[in-house]
């Protein structure tokens, strides 16, 4: 074995790493080739095995959701090592660099979707917010509304329609604060083109934007699937599923991402939607102070949160620290009596809310006494963690 070491994409890497992401998932080179084109091979990290790249991951720029407030989040995606490779640890390397590395780059959060959870919850991931998939029967959607219209969205709406995506993520904690990677795979995925339609109100003002893409089940019978949905006002949301319903006469399903629940579901007549759970994602809390300060909390708290975080991966975040949140915001000193103790992984879960401190003491990933893990509930509280975006 020779000695492993984090680094850069060089030119050279490309062939063996294109056929270990083609290999890793079950895709075609072309298809690597061109899913790396627009996410740039620049955002490659590579672990070296001597010089030869064993192991990669893709890294990319975004933020996420909590409290309100956007917090810059690094997601990672692309984690690939050659199946002949497999099992030597080079996984492990990877992401044991990786974590203290986004650390030094000043990341507060990482985030993930795992195909084997053991790998990342051994770095410091876990858990922390949903993604299901919901089916509607056309039959089902009715909305009536007279206040403003649906109209198609061309490429000069973007501003705004990332504008209102902000808002109505902004409501949901876990929602991406997308990049320009995941609103490419908005706009256009796996190479199907995705429609937009706008709800604007008299004044042309947008409340609301779906994208859709019509996917065929036989001639004429098609399953409408929407690649984003945001609506920001009550009437936005009823234009949008009376807009959907006209399409009732040949579509079959309308399918779309969201949460355990999502606001369409509060504006139609009944609930007869199927939902399922896809996946968890996880989230990795990579600088304890920067992202406990950057998020939002609730103005009605006004509390300090005295923690004692156990991360032997990255030093600045181990040890004691004292959340002082007022008027909605937090400043994070160190020292404190430690009357929280969490892992890595504890905190992730409680940060975003997909689990109380309670139940993640039940779970061993935190510990302290009873009024200490109810005070620190009432500090993290928020809405159920969703995401509709995969990455
Ligand atoms: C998943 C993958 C990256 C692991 O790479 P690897 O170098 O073989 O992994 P390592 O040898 O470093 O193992 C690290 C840990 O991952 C977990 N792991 C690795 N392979 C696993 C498997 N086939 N099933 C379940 N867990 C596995 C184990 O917990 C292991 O730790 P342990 O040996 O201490 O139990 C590799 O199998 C791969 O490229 N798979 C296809 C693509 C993929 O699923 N990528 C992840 C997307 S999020």
Redesign the pocket.
């Known amino acids: 074995m020779h000695e492993r070491a984090l680094t850069d994409f060089r030119a050279g890497d490309r062939s063996a790493v294109v056929r270990n992401l083609a290999l890793?998932?079950g895709a075609t080179h072309e298809s690597i080739e061109s899913w790396m084109e627009f996410a740039g091979f620049d955002n490659l990290r590579v672990l070296r095995d001597g010089e030869r790249p064993a192991?990669c991951l893709l890294q990319i720029a975004m933020g996420q959701y909590f409290g309100g407030v956007s917090v810059p989040m690094l997601g990672v995606a692309g984690?690939?090592?050659a199946p002949e490779?497999?099992?030597?640890?080079?996984?492990?390397?990877l992401m044991h660099a990786f974590v203290p590395e986004a650390a030094a780059a000043g990341w507060p959060l990482a985030g993930?979707?795992?195909?084997?959870h053991?790998?990342y919850r051994?770095v410091g991931f876990e858990h922390a917010g949903y993604r299901f998939r919901h089916t509607i029967p056309f039959a089902q959607l009715a909305a009536r509304e007279t206040r403003g219209r649906v109209v198609p969205l061309a490429d000069d709406d973007r501003p705004e329609v990332r504008a209102c995506h902000a808002a109505f993520g902004a409501l949901h904690d876990g929602a991406l604060d997308r990049g320009p990677y995941i609103w490419h795979r908005i706009h256009k995925f796996r190479g199907v083109e995705y429609l937009g339609f706008g709800a604007r109100d008299d004044d042309g003002r947008l409340a609301g934007y779906l994208y859709l893409h019509q996917s065929q089940r036989s001639l004429g019978v098609f399953d409408i699937l929407l690649s984003d949905l945001a609506f920001t006002e009550a009437w936005a949301g009823r234009r949008l599923i009376e807009f959907l319903a006209n399409f009732a006469m040949a579509g079959v399903d309308l399918v779309f991402h969201g949460g355990p629940t999502h606001p369409l579901f509060e504006l139609l007549p009944q609930q007869r939607q199927r939902s399922e759970l896809l996946d968890s994602w996880l989230l990795r809390i990579v600088d304890v102070p920067r992202a406990l300060a950057a998020r939002g909390y609730s103005p009605a708290v006004h509390a300090d949160v005295h923690l004692d975080v156990d991360d032997p991966l990255v030093p600045a975040n181990h040890g004691r620290f004292v959340l002082r949140v007022q008027g909605g915001q937090a400043v994070v000193e160190p020292g404190g009596r430690g009357d929280l103790r969490t892992t890595a992984r504890g905190l992730a879960c409680m940060y975003s809310g997909y689990a109380t401190p309670a139940q993640a003491a039940v779970l061993g990933l935190v510990s302290g006494e009873p009024a200490v893990l109810r005070a620190a509930a009432g500090v993290f509280a928020g809405g159920t963690p969703w995401m509709s975006d995969m990455f």
Not at 85 to 93: C, E, I, L
Not at 112 to 116: H, K, R, V
């Open positions: 890793a998932f192991a984690v690939a090592v490779d497999r099992g030597r640890g080079h996984a492990r390397a993930l979707y795992a195909s084997t053991t790998l051994g």
